[in-house]
């Protein structure tokens, strides 16, 4: 049974709400939220030169954001496989017309864990790459066990792990994953 939003928000529980990423007011308050992150957990690696840019470029496909009484407090988005990204070279499986699809820039801010808010990003970019064909994939630096740990709860597969350098001299461990196969759709209306 779905609650009512006013009635959460009327007896004191906190009102959750995923929507798509939309203009540079969201991206802004993305970026304060990514700070946060890293400096609670070191992620993004390597803080980027140009945080809005980072996140922009994120979402080829599209980027969601989750609100948490009513502040952005998570993101997530979806892209074609690019340069540096391991997990669809690994995936190879049957690609169906449009391949892999890309998951990345998964972040919830510190203050707002504890609600299954990543777990309900990463399920609304997995519906969004199936409905567009693609299977979902991605990369996470292996000092990122939170990440990981997450991924394995909600059955993604480890492929591989790979080392990248991404400078020289800078050698990193990635693990690769793939959403498990969707459920088989059933000729049974139910």
């Given at each position: 049974m779905r609650r009512d939003r006013a009635a959460d928000a009327a007896d004191g529980h906190p009102v959750l709400r995923?929507?798509?990423?939309?203009?540079q007011r969201d991206v802004e308050a993305c970026v304060g939220v990514l700070a946060s992150v890293h400096k609670a957990d070191g992620y993004p690696a390597d803080w980027p030169p140009q945080p809005g840019e980072w996140l922009e470029g994120s979402g080829g496909l599209g980027a969601w954001v989750a609100e948490l009484d009513g502040r952005v407090v998570g993101h997530v988005g979806l892209s074609r496989p690019g340069a540096g990204d391991e997990a669809p070279g690994l995936w190879g499986g049957d690609a169906g017309p449009?391949?892999?699809?890309?998951?990345?820039r998964l972040f919830v801010g510190p203050d707002a864990r504890g609600h299954g808010i990543g777990a309900l990003l990463m399920g609304r970019v997995v519906r969004e790459a199936r409905a567009r064909g693609l299977h979902p994939v991605l990369d996470v630096v292996s000092s990122?066990?939170?990440a990981a740990a997450l991924y394995e709860r909600l059955d993604w597969r480890l492929l591989g792990i790979v080392e990248q350098e991404w400078e020289p001299g800078r050698r990193v461990t990635l693990h690769c994953y793939a959403a498990p196969a969707a459920p088989a759709a059933s000729g049974d209306p139910g």
């Open positions: 995923l929507r798509e990423r939309s203009g449009g391949g892999a699809g890309v998951v990345s990122d066990t939170a």
